[in-house]
């Protein structure tokens, strides 16, 4: 008996609609995998608590005069710090995804080529949210109060989380670029720590030499945690966060292309 073929008529490209379905599944499976590994959620829950902690009753005193007096202005600092340093996680499990071949598989199914990319910066939105939610969390048992309320906090998290993301896509660019996780990591650290550590997060610019406050001032990191600390605090949306998001928009702008590309031509 011979076999009868029958031709079909393959798209070569996805559609809107199974791109959009392909990377919520994508996304929905990064998260099976922080189920199945939940050591990977210790730079989110574990960092935001101990950092605050030490920080909170090393430099409390020396800074408000007391611990009460210093939660309003390190807690935004924590939070933006914690949340920003998240995103690197997200070059290291791709370039780690990929040196391990399961890229290889997924362009072997019928499914949008960029959904393993969106997915997995879409699952980390939620990495970003545990981080944020810690972060006030272990600050109101402190006894930090917000005195711009609830709808204000919720702002000012979903401020962050919106530029972590936006941060996200330049780690995931050299998460497609880089030959292993720990260049990645490694590079990606190197950027980050000047950037948190000489800002307004954990002290004010003005107790810091002259020639240092020109950098503290123009760093993209001082302006969100102030932005971060005008929402809390005072419930006010300023001209920082203004300039927070319209910094967002440009990385995406820049960086969302040149990783797409890139991955393209790998995938």
Same mark, same amino acid.
């Given at each position: ?45 574990? *960092? ?6 030490? %920080? ?5 005193? =020396? ?17 933006? *710090? ?10 290291? *499990? ?73 941060? +996200?896509?330049?780690?995931?660019? %050299? ?5 292993? =996780? #720990? ?21 004010? +610019? ?6 240092? *406050? ?7 990191? +001082?302006?969100?945690?102030? =932005? ?5 605090? #005072? ?33």
């Amino acid at each position: 008996m011979t076999a009868i073929t029958i031709p079909r008529d393959l798209p070569h490209t996805a559609g809107l609609g199974q791109t959009f379905r392909n990377t919520l599944t994508m996304a929905w499976r990064g998260l099976l995998k922080i189920r199945r590994t939940p050591e990977q959620l210790i730079d989110v829950t574990v *960092q935001p608590i101990l950092f605050t902690l030490m %920080f909170t009753y090393i430099f409390g005193g =020396a800074i408000a005069g007391d611990v009460a007096s210093y939660l309003p202005i390190i807690i935004p600092g924590i939070l933006v *710090q914690t949340v920003i340093t998240t995103s690197v996680v997200t070059g290291v *499990q791709l370039r780690e995804d990929m040196d391990k071949g399961v890229f290889d598989r997924f362009r072997s199914l019928p499914i949008a080529r960029i959904a393993p990319l969106s997915g997995a910066l879409l699952a980390d939105t939620v990495r970003y949210a545990i981080a944020t939610t810690l972060t006030f969390t272990m600050g109101y048992i402190m006894g930090f109060r917000p005195e711009g309320g609830l709808g204000a906090v919720v702002v000012a998290g979903l401020l962050v989380i919106v530029c972590s993301w936006a941060i +996200s896509w330049i780690f995931a660019f %050299f998460g497609v670029i880089a030959r292993t =996780a #720990s260049s990645v990591q490694g590079v990606s650290i190197l950027i980050l720590f000047p950037l948190t550590f000489l800002s307004n997060a954990f002290v004010p +610019s003005n107790t810091m030499p002259s020639w240092l *406050q020109w950098f503290v001032d123009i760093n993209p990191v +001082s302006h969100l945690v102030t =932005a971060v600390r005008d929402l809390v605090n #005072s419930g006010t949306l300023g001209s920082d966060a203004v300039v927070s998001l319209i910094g967002a928009a440009v990385i995406v702008a820049v960086f969302a292309p040149l990783t797409v590309r890139a991955y393209m031509r790998k995938a």
